[in-house]
Structures are given as structure tokens and as C-alpha cells.
């Protein structure tokens, strides 16, 4: 199958600074990008959804200005958590789709990140 | 809206044993159904998914499932249970096989030697 990879693996970082999370699709041309979060011991919440060259979708309740999801081309979106903080912290796992004619979600290994 | 109901938060069984993992959906429109298994600090492993083609779908690693629109269920099943299954499950519905997905809470999996 298709393979999206997402970086870094795990970050741990400081009250108050910013964390940039990637996410890449190595083989195919994602047109369309998913952002979900996971808290510990929960299911996995939609937070946006972006598409290549155009602004993310974001669900209701997930603040824009918190999150920054860009997807400027077609291998890969970022995730920005502005001004992080410890309720910040959780497992951000990005999915993937766009492979001509698969009807069908590629899933990044997740981002832990701890915010101290 | 589409909404998936997963019945036990935990589910613990003797190695060698019956899996039996249980998800309800909700969806006005024919869904497509997944089950994903993911194990600690890692993303989803897809374990089999339902696009509208035979109602029992076989997977990865020994499972299955069996998608029952009169009951609205598509519960997963392994025969017998190896310590490796250990791990948690999620059941998610899409209107199309991709769009995003709508999980359930998930359930963990513990097998007991």
C-alpha cells in the first residue's frame, strides 16, 4: 500500500514555543490531507481537513490560530501548534488520500508531543 | 451523521480463544466500515475494511468481520487469540472509502496466557 510518513516521531518541547509536525506522502500525490488527534487512552478526533493549495477545513471546537495546517503541495501538509502548552500534548496522526482511482486513507505512524 | 458504537472499553480473553470485537454503526448513506488495530505509540495498521462487496470481509492477521446491515453491525472476529493481538482496536465508518473516517472509542484487546 501507499505509504505516508510523519515527523518527528515524538517531540517534547517547552511551555510556549511552537511545534511544526510533517507529513508526507512518499509515493503518491496526496490531494487531500487529514489532521486527527488522539488523548491518551481515547479515540481519534478530526481536527482538519486540508487540501493541496487551498485553506484547511477545521471541525468545530479547533481553534485555527491554535493548530496552523498548511498543505502547500502534494506530498506534504504541516501541522503548527502555536504557542504550545501541556494540554497540547497528545498524539497527532495525520492520514492521506488522493491515489488516483483507490478509494482509500493512508494513515502516518503518529507524532507523540509533550509540552513541559 | 455517521456515529460507531464499540460495546466494552476492554475486552480480555485466554490465548487460543475467541475474539470477538463489537461495533455498531450509524450512517444514512451505504457506509464503508473499517477496523484498525493499533499497538503502543504507533499509528492505525489497517486490518480489513467493507466497500460494499461481500458482507464477510477477511483480513490481516487471522481476523474477520461480517457487515450485517439488518443489525447495523460489523463485529470483528479471530478464532483463536495470540499474545500478539494484544493491542487496541478501532471500528470507523466513511461515506466513501476516502473521506474521513468516524472512529469508535476503541477497544483494548488483552490476552491472557
Known amino acids: 500500500g501507499a505509504v505516508v510518513s510523519q515527523h518527528p516521531s515524538r517531540v517534547i518541547c517547552k511551555s510556549g514555543t511552537s511545534v511544526k509536525i510533517e507529513c508526507r506522502s512518499l509515493d503518491f500525490q496526496a490531494t487531500t490531507m487529514f489532521w486527527y488527534r488522539q488523548f491518551p487512552k481515547k479515540s481519534l478526533m478530526l481536527m482538519a481537513t486540508?487540501?493541496?493549495?487551498?485553506?484547511?477545513?477545521?471541525e468545530q471546537g479547533v481553534e485555527k490560530d491554535k493548530f496552523l495546517i498548511n498543505h502547500a503541495s502534494l506530498t506534504l501538509s504541516t501541522l503548527t501548534v502555536t504557542s504550545a502548552h501541556p494540554e497540547d500534548s497528545s498524539f497527532y496522526i495525520c492520514?492521506?488520500?488522493?491515489?488516483?482511482?483507490?478509494?482509500?486513507?493512508?494513515f502516518g505512524e503518529g507524532s507523540r508531543l509533550t509540552v513541559l | 451523521a455517521q456515529s460507531v458504537t464499540q460495546l466494552g472499553s476492554h475486552v480480555s480473553v485466554s490465548e487460543g480463544a475467541l475474539v470477538l470485537l463489537r461495533c455498531n454503526y450509524s450512517?444514512?448513506?451505504?457506509?464503508?466500515l473499517f477496523w484498525y488495530v493499533q499497538y503502543p505509540n504507533q499509528g492505525l495498521q489497517l486490518l480489513l475494511k467493507?466497500?460494499?462487496?461481500?458482507?464477510l470481509v477477511k483480513g490481516i492477521n487471522g481476523f474477520e468481520a461480517e457487515f450485517k446491515k439488518s443489525e447495523t453491525s460489523f463485529h470483528l472476529t479471530k478464532p483463536s487469540a495470540h499474545m500478539s493481538d494484544a493491542a487496541e482496536y478501532f471500528c470507523a465508518v466513511s461515506e466513501s472509502g476516502n473521506t474521513p473516517l468516524v472512529f469508535g472509542k476503541g477497544t483494548r484487546l488483552s490476552v491472557i496466557a
Open positions: 486540508s487540501n493541496e493549495g487551498s485553506k484547511a477545513t477545521y
Open positions: 450512517s444514512s448513506v451505504p457506509p464503508y
Open positions: 467493507y466497500t460494499s462487496a461481500a458482507t
Open positions: 492520514s492521506a488520500t488522493g491515489l488516483a482511482g483507490v478509494k482509500e486513507l493512508f
